[in-house]
């Protein structure tokens, strides 16, 4: 059997330290890496050749890495694209999502990181309607996810990144949590339909963060989830395991423990199928 072509990439910054470390990142893989400095080469260069996955840094000289995010999707709509920035701000998070970024991740990063974003982002299923924007300001954002399990790691670096305020570490424990959670609804309340959305509001407070999950499932009672960890009694952390294997699920169950031992607040409406995650700010935060 003859091997698939290779997936074209174009790499596009201004430094020539990151196209190193990317080259690297991306090596002993079906990869053929081209390299631009400046956002009007790229452009030049992907009016005349059509590429797979475009990384792209946002502060660039000629032409930023937002406007050539736009003009890839005017030119080339199949391309995905993955936004780089070593100064991420709420605003440039939105306008990456508005204008369909496949993904986002600031500099410095690891290169394993890096491998596994460009992977994704490569393998994904039909992602140009994944996550939708419904309405977006830098206190407030709403959007629909597609109920695909990929969408989760789609979508965590760019509420990561609106989180500025947060520290590191309380933005990994937010985004873990957040993770279990919206996992659980595409899982479960929408039984992993992907013609079925979740609905995300993300809200900034001037004293918290809020994360709010909608799913389209019927609910659930937190009195009645034998085959969670949540439920389990102190003395007999894994008893969920048996209920699982008797209902032929996947090993697992912790999401909703790990969420509550992670946030500040977790609170579910009466039907169970919305959730509201509360992340408080430190004084020293607001």
């Known amino acids: 059997m003859a091997d698939a072509d290779p997936n074209r990439i174009l790499i596009v910054d201004d430094d020539p330290d990151i196209h190193q470390l990317l080259a690297t990142a991306l090596r002993n893989r079906n990869y053929v890496i081209e390299h631009k400095y400046d956002g009007l080469d790229a452009l030049s260069l992907l009016r005349a050749r059509s590429f797979d996955l475009v990384l792209t840094d946002v502060r660039m000289p000629g032409l930023n890495g937002l406007e050539l995010l736009r003009k890839i999707h005017e030119i080339r709509a199949a391309t995905r694209v993955l936004v780089m920035t070593a100064e991420g701000t709420p605003a440039t998070v939105i306008r990456s999502?508005?204008?369909?970024?496949?993904?986002?991740?600031?500099?410095?990063?690891?290169?394993?990181?890096?491998?596994?974003?460009?992977?994704?982002?490569?393998?994904?299923?039909?992602?140009?309607?994944?996550i939708e924007v419904v309405s977006a300001t830098p206190q407030w954002l709403t959007l629909n996810l597609r109920c695909k399990l990929e969408v989760s790691d789609r979508i965590i670096p760019f509420l990561r990144e609106l989180s500025i305020e947060l520290s590191i570490q309380d933005r990994e424990n937010v985004g873990t949590a957040f993770r279990e959670l919206l996992m659980n609804a595409i899982e479960h309340g929408a039984g992993g339909d992907p013609s079925k959305a979740v609905r995300l509001d993300y809200m900034?407070?001037?004293?918290?963060?809020?994360?709010?999950?909608?799913?389209?499932?019927?609910?659930?009672?937190?009195?009645?989830?034998?085959?969670?960890?949540?439920?389990?009694?102190?003395?007999?952390?894994?008893?969920?395991?048996?209920?699982?294997?008797?209902?032929?699920?996947?090993?697992?169950?912790?999401?909703?423990?790990?969420?509550?031992?992670?946030?500040?607040?977790?609170?579910?409406?009466?039907?169970?199928?919305?959730?509201?995650?509360?992340?408080?700010?430190?004084?020293?935060?607001?």
Do not use: C, W
């Open 97 to 130: 999502l508005r204008d369909q970024a496949f993904g986002y991740f600031t500099k410095p990063f690891s290169l394993d990181a890096a491998a596994e974003t460009v992977a994704l982002a490569l393998s994904a299923r039909a992602p140009e309607d994944d």
């Open 204 to 286: 900034r407070t001037a004293k918290s963060i809020l994360y709010k999950l909608q799913d389209p499932g019927e609910g659930f009672s937190l009195d009645n989830l034998p085959h969670a960890a949540v439920s389990n009694a102190p003395d007999a952390p894994y008893q969920h395991f048996e209920a699982r294997e008797r209902l032929g699920l996947r090993p697992g169950g912790f999401g909703i423990l790990v969420s509550k031992s992670l946030a500040d607040e977790l609170i579910y409406n009466e039907k169970g199928n919305e959730v509201l995650l509360i992340k408080y700010l430190s004084s020293s935060e607001n």
